[in-house]
C-alpha cells in the first residue's frame, strides 16, 4: 500500500476554475516530486522539493500552477486556471534525501470539463 | 531527446510465458535502475531495482539483467499471470538522490489466460 497518500483522487473542474490537490508524503522523506501522467503514458516531471523547497520546476509550473510544501508534512498543487489540456492523473512520489527510491501515491485525476 | 528508452511499447503473452522488457540509456553516468509497476488508476509502484555494479538481480518471477557495456537493461517477467498485466516504466539515476531519476516512456504488458 502506498505510503504517500493524496488527496483527493478523483477532481471535476471547469474550464478556467482553479484547481487544488494534496499530498502527504511518507513520513521521514524531505524530497517531494510531482509528475502529470496522461492515458497512463509517459510521467512528465513538473516540480521537485527538497526540505520544503522548490530546487526544480519546469515553465509551465511556473506559469500556470502553484506549488508549496506548507509543511513536511503536507505538499500542494494547484492550477491557478484549469484547461482542457491539464486533464490527467496526477502523482506525488518522496524520498529520503540521501536514497534514489521513489515512492508514489496513488494520484489525483482531474478531468476538466 | 529520451534519455531512457523502453521497448516494445507494448507486449502481450499468454499465462506461463515469459515476458521481455527492454530498456536503453544514453547517460554513462547512470548507476541506478529501478522499474516500476503501474496498474490503470493507480500510482507506479517500485518492482525492483539494479545497481550498475551487478548484472542481475531477482526478486520472485522478475529478473533485471543488466549490461554496462552496451548500455542495456531488461526486466525478464517469468511465468507471467494475468495480474501481471500492467504498465512497467525502466528509470535510471546517475546518483544516489531521487532528483536524478528519469524515466522511460512505459511498456504495457497484457497476460492473457
Known amino acids: 500500500d502506498a505510503a504517500v497518500t493524496q488527496k483527493p483522487r478523483y477532481l471535476i473542474k471547469m474550464k478556467g476554475q482553479e484547481a487544488e490537490m494534496k499530498c502527504i508524503p511518507e513520513?521521514?522523506?524531505?524530497?517531494v516530486f510531482w509528475y502529470q501522467q496522461k492515458q497512463s503514458k509517459e510521467l512528465k516531471f513538473l516540480i521537485y522539493?527538497?526540505?520544503?523547497?522548490?530546487?526544480?520546476q519546469i515553465d509551465m509550473v511556473k506559469e500556470r500552477f502553484s506549488a508549496v510544501c506548507p509543511s513536511s508534512s503536507l505538499c500542494s498543487l494547484g492550477i491557478r486556471t484549469c484547461e482542457a489540456e491539464d486533464s490527467a492523473l496526477y502523482l506525488c512520489?518522496?524520498?529520503?534525501?540521501?536514497?534514489?527510491?521513489?515512492?508514489f501515491g496513488k494520484g489525483t485525476r482531474l478531468t476538466v470539463v | 531527446q529520451q534519455q531512457v528508452r523502453q521497448s516494445p511499447q507494448s507486449l502481450t503473452v499468454w499465462e506461463g510465458e515469459t515476458a521481455i522488457l527492454n530498456c536503453s540509456y544514453e547517460?554513462?553516468?547512470?548507476?541506478?535502475f529501478p522499474w516500476y509497476q503501474q496498474f490503470p488508476g493507480e500510482g507506479p509502484a517500485l518492482l525492483i531495482s539494479?545497481?550498475?555494479?551487478?548484472d542481475k538481480k531477482e526478486d520472485g518471477r522478475f529478473t533485471i539483467f543488466f549490461n554496462k557495456r552496451e548500455k542495456k537493461l531488461s526486466l525478464h517477467i517469468t511465468d507471467s499471470q494475468p495480474g501481471d498485466s500492467a504498465t512497467y516504466f525502466c528509470?535510471?539515476?546517475?546518483?544516489?538522490?531521487?532528483?536524478?531519476?528519469?524515466f522511460g516512456l512505459g511498456t504495457r504488458v497484457s497476460v492473457f489466460p
Open positions: 512520489s518522496s524520498s529520503q534525501s540521501d536514497r534514489p527510491e521513489v515512492f
Open positions: 513520513k521521514g522523506h524531505t524530497a
Open positions: 522539493f527538497q526540505n520544503q523547497q522548490p530546487l526544480d
Open positions: 547517460d554513462s553516468t547512470f548507476n541506478y
Open positions: 539494479i545497481r550498475s555494479v551487478s
Open positions: 528509470a535510471a539515476s546517475p546518483n544516489n538522490y531521487a532528483q536524478g531519476l528519469t
